[in-house]
């Protein structure tokens, strides 16, 4: 039961041009989303985050959108650059610590 | 300085062994975490611990038997080894009483292969 979906496993993107990752998820008690980083051997990093008392949380390349009533977010990388070729993963949780992945999505930012 | 570390990094085994994967984190965080990383790409959460006391035990086979011997620690130990277990294993921790939004802070992980 996926209760986070990230439907596309992979996204290629021109370095410059804006990426956009999105994120489905199916339980409504969820109020706390997540966007990790994971570049290959490591272990995945934490980028941003919102609350569902926002529709959108911005930092510095990065900005995540919210859509509660369609259950739907989605991270926004501009400009793009080589660098941020990696698996972006999104989380989400809406109980006492357990938070949930979905499957990833590995960008790949072309110079 | 490595904020969270894992050893081994890679361990092959036979099945029906029994073997242990350690964890350390030195951000002096009250909350660690185990997870698992199968070959469909899906991280689950395993155990979560708060000072020493477990928080979260999802549905993971008793064979798994987290051990935390203190808050810096968070060992994984998996008794009688199965295909099924082969996967990345990720520890984790956090900083406070392991709220939802707290920020984890992941290891390199542990590739388990079962043979």
């Known amino acids: 039961d996926q209760q986070v979906k990230q439907n596309s496993p992979s996204l290629s993107v021109q370095e410059g041009r804006i990426s956009i990752l999105n994120c489905d998820y199916t339980?409504?008690?969820?109020?706390?989303f997540l966007w990790y980083k994971k570049y290959p051997a490591e272990g995945p990093t934490f980028l941003i985050s919102i609350s569902s008392i926002k529709d959108k949380n911005e930092d510095g390349r990065f900005t995540v959108f919210l859509n509660k009533s369609a259950k739907h977010l989605s991270l926004h990388i501009v400009p793009s650059q080589p660098g941020d070729s990696a698996v972006y993963f999104c989380a989400a949780s809406g109980g006492y610590q357990k938070v949930t992945f979905g499957i990833g999505t590995k960008l790949q930012v072309i110079p | 300085d490595t904020a969270v570390s894992q050893t081994p990094k890679y361990l092959v085994t036979q099945m029906g062994n029994d073997k242990s994967i350690k964890c350390e984190q030195n951000l002096g965080h009250d909350t660690m975490y185990w997870y698992k990383q199968d070959s469909k790409k899906f991280l689950k959460i395993m155990f979560s611990y708060n000072n020493k006391e477990l928080i979260i035990n999802e549905t993971v086979p008793n064979r798994f038997s987290p051990k935390s011997p203190d808050k810096a620690h968070l060992n994984l130990h998996i008794n009688s080894l199965e295909l099924g277990d082969s996967a990345v294993y990720f520890c984790a921790s956090s900083q406070d009483s392991g709220s939802r939004t707290d920020t984890q802070y992941f290891g390199p992980g542990t590739r388990l292969t079962v043979l």
């Open positions: 339980n409504s008690m969820f109020d706390y």
